[in-house]
C-alpha cells in the first residue's frame, strides 16, 4: 500500500555540475550501423543523446527520456512509463525497430510492449536515434527508425543507490491520493579484463486516475570479457510491469481493466578483431508474457493470456580496406505465439545483408551501398536496396542525403485478434515505403545542427480503421500515403566550461513537421497512422549555477492531426556533490490537459523529488 509522500516529487537523476571537457558532438560514433561511422560522415540524420544530456533532463525512466527528441512521437498512458508507444516521422508505434545493444527487442504480438525495458538510465552510455527507413541495413521491421539503447558496465568500481517519491500536485482534499514511489540500484564492478553491470529497481505507484496503478520491478545484467579468443559479451533483461489499464485499448468498457506484462531478453555475443577485419556473433532470446483482463474484480468474463517466444541470431563481418570498408552478413528470427485469443503460430525469417563505404575524393565523400535481402515463410522474398552519401563541403560543414526501401510484416496482432472492440485481419500484406532524403550538418566544438528534407511512399501501410464510433477497430492496407516532411536538430553542450559563476550546461533545440496526404479515398476513421504530429518543437535548457547547483527547463509544443495542440512545460532543480545528489522537478507545470495515446487523458502537474548516494 503507497502512503502519502508529501507534496513534493522527483528526478533521481539530472546533469553533471562540474564544467569537464565533453567529446565533440559531431565525432561521435554510431555503434548501431553494421559499419561504424561517426554523425557528421553518416548519410543519415542521426541523434546521439548521451548520459549527460539524459541526467539534464527531469526524467526518472528511459520512456520519459525519449519524449524530449524532436522527431519521435512517444506516446505514453500514464505517469511512470506504464505503457508507452514510440514512432518516428509518422509511422506507427509498430514501424520502430528497438535495439538494446544491437539486439532486436521489438515485440512479435503487438508494438505496444517494445518499450517494456527493464533499463536504469545510470546503466546507459547513450542512445541512438536512426530518422528513416533503415532495413536495407537491420531488416525486419526497420520501416521508419531505429532506436538503440547503449548500455556498458563503467572502467571504474562505481555503486549508485537512488530512491523518489512522487505525487500529483493537485488539491489532495478533493480526490484520492494519487503519487508512487521508485528505488533503484546499479553496480559498475570487475577488473579490466572482465567488467560487470548489475542494475535492480522498484516502482510502485497509485496512478493519476483512477485504475492507472503500477507495480514493477526490473533486474538487468551485461558483462564483458576480453580473452585471446576475442570479447565476450553477456545481457540479460527481466522486466515484471503490472498496471491499470483504463482507456488504454477498449475504451469505452475498460475503466476497471488490468494489464500484467513479464519480458525476458537475453543475449550472448562474441567479437573478434585482427587487423582490418572484425566478426561479431549474437544469439538472443526474447519471451514476454502478457495478460489482459477486461474486467479486474471479474476476470472470467473476458481475459487474453500470450506468450510469445523468439529466438535468434546473427553473425556479419566487416573489413577496411585502402578507400573504404565493406560488410556482409546473415541472420535468422523465429517468431512464436501461444495465446488463448490469438491461437498457436510460427513463422521464420532469414535475412542476408551486404554493405560497402567507399572514402571518394581526398576522403571527402562518404558513399555508403546496402541491400538486404528477406525471406519470409509467410511472406516470401523481398530485397530492400539503400544508398547513402555525405560530403563534406569544410572541416564543419556537410550535405548528405538518402534513399532506401523498407518494409513490416504485420504483428500476431494484426492478423489474428478477436476481442470486443479490435478484430484482427488475417489477409493483411506487409507494409512497404521507399523515402528519399537530403539535408546538411554542421559541426564544431560542442554543438551540432541537422536540417533535413525527407519524402517517404508507402504502400499498404496498415492501421485500424472504422466507418463509425459504434464499430469494431479493424486493421487494412491502405494503398498509398505520401509524407513530406522537415526535421532540424541543434545541440550546444559548450567544452572546458570553467565552474565558476552561472554558465550553460547544454542547450537543445528540436523542430520536426509532418504532411501526411492519404491517396487512396476512405473516410473512414484512422486509430494510427494517419494521427501523427503535424508540427514538434522541443526546447531543453540548462544552467549550472556555481560548483554544485543546476537548473534546466524543458519545454514541448505537440500539434497533433486529431488531437487539440498543447505546449508541456517541465522544470528541474539539482544540487550534486561527488557521492550526493538532490533533485527536484515539476512536470507539465501548466497543467494542461492533453492526451498523447486512445482514450487516456495525461497527468496534470507533478511534483517530484529524489535522492541519490554514489560511491565510488
Known amino acids: 500500500m503507497i502512503k502519502h509522500y508529501g507534496a513534493l516529487i522527483l528526478l533521481t537523476y539530472s546533469f553533471s555540475l562540474s564544467g569537464q571537457h565533453v567529446d565533440t558532438l559531431s565525432t561521435f560514433t554510431i555503434t548501431g550501423n553494421r559499419l561504424e561511422s561517426s554523425v557528421m560522415e553518416s548519410g543519415r540524420n542521426i541523434q546521439v543523446i548521451t548520459r549527460k544530456q539524459i541526467e539534464a533532463l527531469p526524467v526518472n525512466s528511459l520512456n520519459e527520456a525519449l519524449q524530449y527528441v524532436a522527431g519521435l512521437d512517444f506516446r505514453q498512458r500514464g505517469a511512470f512509463g506504464a505503457q508507452a508507444d514510440v514512432s518516428v516521422r509518422g509511422g506507427t508505434f509498430d514501424q520502430t525497430l528497438i535495439l538494446v545493444n544491437g539486439i532486436k527487442a521489438i515485440d512479435a504480438q503487438t508494438g505496444h510492449h517494445n518499450m517494456n525495458l527493464g533499463i536504469d538510465l545510470q546503466a546507459i552510455e547513450q542512445i541512438e536515434v536512426i530518422k528513416g527507413p533503415a532495413a536495407a541495413r537491420y531488416g525486419l521491421n526497420a520501416f521508419s527508425g531505429v532506436i538503440n539503447i547503449i548500455t556498458k558496465p563503467a572502467e571504474t568500481a562505481e555503486w549508485t543507490v537512488s530512491s523518489s517519491v512522487a505525487q500529483d500536485a493537485a488539491d489532495s482534499s478533493v480526490q484520492p491520493f494519487y503519487g508512487g514511489y521508485e528505488v533503484n540500484t546499479t553496480a559498475h564492478l570487475g577488473t579490466e579484463q572482465s567488467r560487470h553491470l548489475v542494475s535492480l529497481g522498484r516502482l510502485q505507484s497509485t496512478g493519476y486516475r483512477p485504475n492507472t496503478d503500477l507495480d514493477r520491478n526490473n533486474v538487468f545484467y551485461q558483462g564483458e570479457t576480453r580473452t585471446q579468443l576475442g570479447n565476450f559479451k553477456a545481457m540479460a533483461n527481466v522486466v515484471n510491469n503490472t498496471f491499470g489499464a483504463s482507456g488504454f485499448y477498449a475504451f469505452p468498457i475498460d475503466s476497471s481493466s488490468e494489464e500484467g506484462v513479464t519480458t525476458f531478453l537475453t543475449a550472448l555475443e562474441h567479437q573478434l578483431s585482427t587487423g582490418r577485419f572484425k566478426l561479431t556473433s549474437r544469439i538472443y532470446s526474447r519471451k514476454n508474457f502478457d495478460t489482459y483482463t477486461l474486467f479486474r474484480a471479474q476476470p472470467q468474463i473476458f481475459q487474453n493470456r500470450h506468450r510469445t517466444d523468439v529466438e535468434g541470431g546473427e553473425i556479419h563481418g566487416a573489413y577496411a580496406y585502402g578507400v573504404g570498408s565493406f560488410g556482409a552478413g546473415l541472420e535468422y528470427r523465429r517468431e512464436a505465439i501461444n495465446s488463448s485469443n490469438l491461437g498457436l503460430w510460427v513463422r521464420d525469417n532469414g535475412g542476408f545483408f551486404v554493405e560497402n563505404r567507399l572514402y571518394l575524393l581526398k576522403q571527402k565523400l562518404a558513399l555508403n551501398t546496402s541491400a538486404y535481402i528477406n525471406v519470409s515463410s509467410d511472406y516470401g522474398v523481398q530485397i530492400l536496396p539503400a544508398m547513402e552519401a555525405s560530403y563534406a563541403v569544410t572541416e564543419q560543414w556537410s550535405v548528405f542525403g538518402n534513399a532506401g526501401r523498407s518494409f513490416r510484416v504485420p504483428t500476431f496482432t494484426d492478423l489474428y485478434y478477436v476481442g470486443p472492440t479490435n478484430v484482427g485481419n488475417a489477409n493483411l500484406q506487409p507494409e512497404q515505403s521507399d523515402q528519399v532524403e537530403l539535408g546538411l550538418k554542421w559541426g564544431y566544438g560542442g554543438q551540432l545542427l541537422q536540417a533535413s528534407f525527407f519524402n517517404q511512399r508507402s504502400q499498404d501501410l496498415i492501421d485500424w480503421v472504422r466507418s463509425s464510433e459504434t464499430e469494431a477497430w479493424t486493421p487494412e492496407n491502405y494503398e498509398f500515403v505520401v509524407t513530406n516532411g522537415v526535421d532540424v536538430n541543434y545541440t550546444w553542450m ?96 501548466l497543467d494542461t490537459d492533453y492526451i498523447e495515446a486512445a482514450n487516456a487523458p495525461m497527468p496534470g502537474r507533478w511534483m517530484r523529488m529524489g535522492l541519490m548516494v554514489r560511491l565510488r
Open 494 to 589: 559548450p567544452i572546458g566550461a570553467s565552474n565558476d559563476g552561472v554558465r550553460v550546461g547544454q542547450l537543445r533545440v528540436g523542430y520536426t513537421y509532418l504532411d501526411m496526404q492519404r491517396q487512396s479515398i476512405d473516410a473512414r476513421i484512422s486509430r494510427y497512422a494517419l494521427n501523427n504530429l503535424r508540427h514538434q518543437l522541443t526546447l531543453n535548457g540548462g544552467l549550472n549555477l556555481g560548483v554544485h547547483w543546476a537548473i534546466s527547463l524543458n519545454a514541448r509544443y505537440l500539434d497533433r492531426v486529431a488531437y487539440q495542440n498543447y505546449v508541456l512545460l517541465d522544470a528541474h532543480i539539482q544540487y550534486a556533490q561527488e557521492r550526493f545528489e538532490w533533485c527536484l522537478d515539476a512536470t507539465n507545470v
